[in-house]
Nanobody, 123 residues
Framework: QVHLVESGGGLVQPGGSLRLSCAAS????????INWFRQAPGMEREAVLC????????YYTNSVRGRFTISKDNAKNTVYLQMTNLRPEDAAAYYC????????????????WGPGTQVVVSS
């Protein structure tokens, strides 16, 4: 069965850091672009950033530039989202997804959504 599972969320104070993981099972992440999305309560899900199959990062949300980085470990079949200097407005459920483009970053998700992982930013 092919799916992605997110983990690593939690409660962090403003200015803190978290690293989220997106683990794939049933297929290899290596040939695909992977997006991170987030959805805050009462808001629509938004694309945050993406890593292409070649390792290029594309940001969809300018507010995370300089604070969030995405990386891929093909050996572990996992994509990571390193978040630093977290702000209350970063609080959301975070989801990863392959991209409809396949190898490139279009911001359009493909496949089923995983369970997501919750990030709470509060003092």
């Amino acid at each position: 069965q092919v799916h992605l599972v997110e983990s690593g969320g939690g409660l962090v104070q403003p200015g803190g850091s978290l690293r989220l993981s997106c683990a794939a099972s049933g297929f290899s992440l290596a040939p695909y672009a992977i997006n991170w999305f987030r959805q805050a309560p009462g808001m629509e899900r938004e694309a945050v950033l993406c890593i292409s199959s070649s390792g290029t990062t594309k940001y969809y949300t300018n507010s995370v530039r300089g604070r969030f980085t995405i990386s891929k470990d093909n050996a572990k079949n996992t994509v990571y989202l390193q978040m630093t200097n977290l702000r209350p407005e970063d609080a959301a459920a975070y989801y990863c997804a392959t991209d409809l483009d396949g190898i490139g970053c279009s911001g359009t998700p493909a496949g089923r959504w995983g369970p997501g992982t919750q990030v709470v930013v509060s003092s």
